[in-house]
């Protein structure tokens, strides 16, 4: 198993946002969380990433490893968990290129690197061509493919995606869901993908867990949840 | 009134432009990465005075001094510089580690207070360890003064200007073209991110106080340099001053806090020869100890019209993830 969560406990001051989940993940599984607005999924990803502190009790393991033990940073450069954050949070007064280097900060592997970006490139020809630009001026699609790339250039053991396909033309989200899978598939990079899209989500994953005000309420094989009256009530517009 | 006069005041208005500059430049990185200004800087500027006092004495004894010098005296102030500005960095480290980063957290009024009080702590400190008196900064080169079309310069007027300019190239350089600069530039923008790409936020941190404390140090020899008596609280009005320049330049502009250095220097130092122009012109008696008031009330004036400063930016909201 590579991640392991159980009873995940998260508060921010008196609102309690996650009341002890369970979920795990295998190597190079790709895992949904699918949930209404305010139900944790991006508190969920912000624990896992040691982005937000969590309450004595919760279990996080990576690799039989203790994640609780990592800070934010190692998380992302010993770990190889990176975490792209709902609404990208590009450095905007970075270049495109900048932004790709300094998420190899902490990487000694300078061979790996020079081929890695060449990778990030091949995946996303548009990030070439646009490589000197501030990636502040980048589009809402080349920002996203560019939030993936960093992340990719950072680490590929698990990949947490925080609502990817926000903001997204239809057919700009397909290009960066069939990026994610050939990542995915090459690299064996997990993935944690957290959307409202439901449907598309669904279909990317093979696990999917259904959140519900801080509880996992549901979880079982995307197809089977796919079908699922209850989900499609709530989740898939009947 | 002469060119050579307005000339005069012009070479002292950018030796004084480089002790503002490079101690502004300190308040302006700490401000911009994690947007909090740290007010015992202008401590940490004496302090560098004082440990630059104690190398220069100590390799003075080391290498020997007047007609028994074993080193040129420039190679002692080079020396001097370097090795105090090493030493100065971990006066900063440690300020950041034990003043700010528990307080990282908390309302920016008590990183404001911390700041004050490790000032105090610093100016105490010096008085109970050496005394509180004043001491003497030892004239590391002999003072040469040339003459150039009447105008009268020295070598070391020149070499502070050089000397802080070429630091001011130097972190230039470090911001623009090292991962640390890139990583600094980033955490300027949306620190809050900058852990999710695997950039260990408080190295850079730590970092930043290091480098300005650096060149504050620096700023504090070439003081001792120039104005050879330290006293434990030169900090106190120097620091207030060069703050007036970062804030002047642009909270957390690089850029702004040079310029507005060099541009507060020329305000303080031009403002006597404009009272004595004027004190002519309209028969007036402006004493020239009303300098201060008039070369501060040019300042507020300044930012009434430019609220946030000559390179401010709007950006980085520094929202949470
Ligand atoms: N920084 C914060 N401070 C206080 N409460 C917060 C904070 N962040 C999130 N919350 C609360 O925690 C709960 C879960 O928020 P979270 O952002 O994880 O939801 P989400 O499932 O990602 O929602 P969305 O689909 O809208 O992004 C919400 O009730 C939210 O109001
Ligand atoms: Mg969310």
């Not at chain 1, 969380?33 to 309450?55: D, F, H, Q, Y």
């Not at chain 2, 503002?20 to 560098?48: K, Q, W």
């Not at chain 2, 590391?140 to 300019?165: A, H, Q």
């Amino acid at each position: 198993m590579l991640l392991n969560v159980e009873n995940l406990r998260v508060s921010y001051g008196n609102i309690k946002a996650l009341h002890g989940i369970s979920f795990n993940i295998d190597a190079g599984e790709i895992v949904t969380i699918i949930g209404a607005n305010g139900a944790g999924k991006s508190t969920t990803l912000r624990a896992v990433s040691r982005m937000v502190p969590v309450e004595t009790g919760s279990v996080m393991t990576c690799m039989g490893k203790d994640l609780l033990k990592f800070p934010a940073d190692k998380v992302v450069s010993q770990l190889g968990i990176t975490h792209v954050p709902e609404g990208r949070r590009l450095f905007g007064n970075l270049t495109v290129m900048e932004n790709l280097q300094l998420a190899t900060f902490a990487r000694k592997d300078r061979d790996n690197v020079k081929k890695d970006y060449l990778r990030v490139f091949e995946i996303f020809p548009r990030l070439e061509e646009r490589k000197s630009q501030a990636s502040g001026t980048l589009s809402g699609g080349e920002q996203q493919m560019l939030a993936i790339g960093r992340a990719f250039m950072s680490g590929r053991r698990l990949m947490l995606l925080d609502e990817p396909s926000m903001g997204l033309s239809p057919l700009l989200m397909m290009n960066v869901f069939q990026a994610l899978k050939e990542i995915n598939r090459q690299e064996g990079t997990a993935i944690l993908l957290v959307e409202q899209n439901a449907r598309l989500a669904l279909k990317f994953s093979k696990k999917g867990y259904v959140l519900e005000n801080g509880n996992l309420v549901l979880e079982g094989a995307s197809e089977t949840l796919i079908n699922d009256p209850e989900v499609k009530k709530a989740y898939l517009g009947g | 009134m002469t060119v050579n006069f307005l000339m005069q005041n012009l070479i002292n208005a950018l030796q004084w432009g480089s002790f503002y500059a490079l101690i502004a430049l300190g308040y302006s990185m700490v401000y911009s990465i994690l947007m909090l200004f740290n007010f015992a800087h202008g401590d940490i500027f004496m302090v560098g005075a004082y440990i630059g006092l104690g190398v220069s004495l100590g390799l003075l004894s080391l290498f020997g001094s007047g007609a028994a010098a074993v080193l040129p005296g420039w190679v002692v102030l080079v020396l001097t510089i370097l090795i105090s500005m090493f030493l100065t960095a971990f006066v900063g480290i440690i300020v950041e580690r034990v003043g700010y980063r528990p307080l990282r957290e908390a309302p920016r009024a008590s990183a404001a207070i911390t700041g004050l009080m490790i000032g105090i702590i610093l100016e105490t400190a010096n008085i109970l360890f050496l005394g509180g008196s004043r001491l003497k900064f030892p004239q590391l080169i002999e003072s040469v003064t040339y003459n150039i079309g009447g105008v009268y310069v020295t070598n070391k007027k020149i070499m502070i200007v050089l000397v802080s300019i070429g630091l001011m190239l130097a972190l230039h350089q470090l911001i623009t073209r090292t991962k640390w600069g890139m990583a600094m530039r980033a955490m300027a923008y949306d620190y809050v991110v900058v852990p999710l790409v695997g950039v260990p936020m408080n190295t850079i941190a730590a970092m930043t106080f290091a480098i300005g404390s650096a060149l504050a140090a620096a700023a504090g020899i070439l003081f001792g340099l120039a104005y050879p008596v330290l006293d434990p609280y030169m900090g106190v009005s120097f620091g207030w001053k060069a703050f007036v320049a970062a804030i002047l330049g642009g909270r957390g502009s690089i850029m702004g806090a040079c310029i507005a250095g060099f541009m507060l220097g020329f305000i303080e130092i031009m403002t006597v020869p404009a009272i004595q122009i004027m004190n002519r012109l309209f028969s007036l008696n402006i004493g020239s100890n009303f300098r201060d008031l008039i070369a501060y009330s040019i300042v507020l004036l300044i930012l009434i019209f430019r609220p946030h400063g000559l390179f401010g930016q709007a950006y980085s909201a520094k929202l949470r993830l």
